[in-house]
C-alpha cells in the first residue's frame, strides 16, 4: 500500500512538473543554451500563436507560440509532420501544447505535437523593441516577435532570401521564411542603403546565425516611426471589416478627409495578392467594399487570415481578416 502510495504520488508531482509555461521550456543558464526540459514530453497550459506558417526546412507544418504576456524566454517553434495542426490555427488562438522539447542544432523546439487543443482568443504580445546590435546574441528572445526601427539596408537580397540592414549598431539578418519577396505583387527588391521605418518579425536561429523573420508584408513598414506615420490618418483611416471573422461576405470601410488615388485590396499571410476591391481616386468621406470571399477570377478561398489594405500616397494602412468556413 505505500509503496503504491508513493507511486501515485510521483505521477502526480510528474505530471505537476511537465505543465508549464513557455518561460520554463525556454529559460536556461546553461552556455549551450539547451532546454532544462530537452527529449521531456511536456504541457503547455496556455500559449499565444503569434506566426503560422514558417517553412524553413519545409514538408511539415510549423508556427511560433508565445506566453501571453510576452516577455524574454516567451517563445518557441513548433513542428509537427501533421499538417492539419497549422492549418487549423489562426494568430491569436490561445491552445494546450503536449509535446516533446527538441534542440536543432541548438535552436529549441518543440515536437512530435501528441496534442494541440485552442481553447480561446486573446491579443498577441506586442513585438519587443530590439536593436540590431541585440540579435547577434538573442538566446533570451528566441522565437519571440521582436521589431527593429530605422534601419538601413547593408546587405542585399542574396539568392537564399538573405538580407542584412543595421541602426547604426550592428548588422542583423533578415529572412524570408515566411514568404519570398519576389513572389510579391508588385515584387519588393531590396538595395543597399534602403530605408525601412520598421521590421517586425519571429526571431530564428539557423546556421549559427540570428535573424528576424517577418511573417508578412504588413510586418514591414518603409517609413519612420512607424506607428504614426506609416499612413496619414489625417487623411486616409481603414475602420477595419464586420463582420470579423465572416463566412463569406465582409464589409471593409474606409475614411477619407480629402480626395485622393487609392488601392484597396486583399493580400494573403505570405503577402500575395488575391482582390483588388478598389482602386482609382475616390472622393472625401467614408466608403465600404464588400468582399465576398473570392479572389480576382471570381474563385471562392480556403479559411484563413487575410489582409485588406490600402495604398495611397502617403503610405498603406492594414487590417486582419478571419475568413472560418
Same mark, same amino acid.
Given at each position: ?5 508513493i507511486l501515485f504520488m510521483f505521477v502526480i508531482m510528474t505530471a505537476a512538473l511537465c505543465a508549464m509555461t513557455v518561460h520554463d521550456v525556454q529559460f536556461t543558464e546553461d552556455p549551450s543554451g539547451d532546454s532544462p ?17 514558417w517553412k524553413p526546412n519545409g514538408g511539415h507544418a510549423s508556427f511560433f507560440v508565445m506566453d501571453p504576456a510576452g516577455g524574454a524566454w516567451s517563445g518557441v517553434y513548433v513542428y509537427d509532420y501533421d499538417e492539419a495542426?497549422?492549418?487549423? #490555427? ?28 485552442v481553447i480561446g482568443q486573446v491579443a498577441i504580445p506586442e513585438p519587443v523593441a530590439v536593436s540590431t546590435a541585440d540579435i547577434d546574441s538573442m538566446e533570451a528572445y528566441e522565437s519571440c516577435l521582436v521589431m527593429v ?13 538573405? *538580407? ?31 530605408? *525601412? ?40 483611416? #481603414? ?33 500575395? #495578392? ?16 464588400? *468582399? ?34
Amino acid at each position: 500500500m505505500k509503496k503504491t502510495f508513493i507511486l501515485f504520488m510521483f505521477v502526480i508531482m510528474t505530471a505537476a512538473l511537465c505543465a508549464m509555461t513557455v518561460h520554463d521550456v525556454q529559460f536556461t543558464e546553461d552556455p549551450s543554451g539547451d532546454s532544462p526540459y530537452l527529449e521531456q514530453v511536456v504541457t503547455i497550459e496556455e500559449a499565444v500563436v503569434v506566426g503560422i506558417g514558417w517553412k524553413p526546412n519545409g514538408g511539415h507544418a510549423s508556427f511560433f507560440v508565445m506566453d501571453p504576456a510576452g516577455g524574454a524566454w516567451s517563445g518557441v517553434y513548433v513542428y509537427d509532420y501533421d499538417e492539419a495542426y497549422v492549418w487549423n #490555427l489562426y494568430e491569436g488562438d490561445l491552445v494546450t501544447i503536449t509535446a516533446t522539447v527538441d534542440e536543432y542544432y541548438n535552436f529549441t523546439e518543440l515536437g512530435y505535437i501528441e496534442e494541440c487543443e485552442v481553447i480561446g482568443q486573446v491579443a498577441i504580445p506586442e513585438p519587443v523593441a530590439v536593436s540590431t546590435a541585440d540579435i547577434d546574441s538573442m538566446e533570451a528572445y528566441e522565437s519571440c516577435l521582436v521589431m527593429v526601427d530605422d534601419v538601413t539596408v547593408t546587405q542585399a537580397q542574396d539568392d537564399y532570401g538573405v *538580407w542584412y540592414v543595421t541602426d547604426g549598431s550592428a548588422p542583423c539578418q533578415i529572412d524570408d521564411a515566411y514568404f519570398y519577396l519576389d513572389e510579391i505583387d508588385p515584387p519588393i527588391v531590396i538595395g543597399v542603403d534602403d530605408f *525601412w521605418g520598421r521590421l517586425v518579425g519571429m526571431v530564428g536561429y539557423s546556421y549559427d546565425e540570428y535573424s528576424i523573420n517577418p511573417r508578412y508584408v504588413a510586418d514591414m513598414y518603409p517609413d519612420s516611426d512607424a506607428d504614426e506615420t506609416v499612413i496619414d490618418v489625417a487623411s486616409v483611416s #481603414l475602420n477595419g471589416n464586420y463582420p470579423n471573422p465572416f463566412n463569406p461576405t465582409t464589409r471593409i470601410d474606409y475614411t477619407l478627409l480629402e480626395s485622393t488615388n487609392i488601392n484597396l485590396a486583399v493580400y494573403d499571410v505570405a503577402g500575395r #495578392l488575391v482582390r483588388t476591391l478598389y482602386t482609382g481616386t475616390q472622393s472625401s468621406g467614408t466608403h465600404f467594399e464588400i *468582399w465576398d470571399g473570392t479572389d480576382n477570377n471570381g474563385t471562392a478561398i480556403s479559411s484563413g487570415i487575410y489582409f485588406s489594405r490600402i495604398s495611397h500616397s502617403n503610405g498603406v494602412d492594414t487590417n486582419k481578416m478571419l475568413l472560418l468556413k
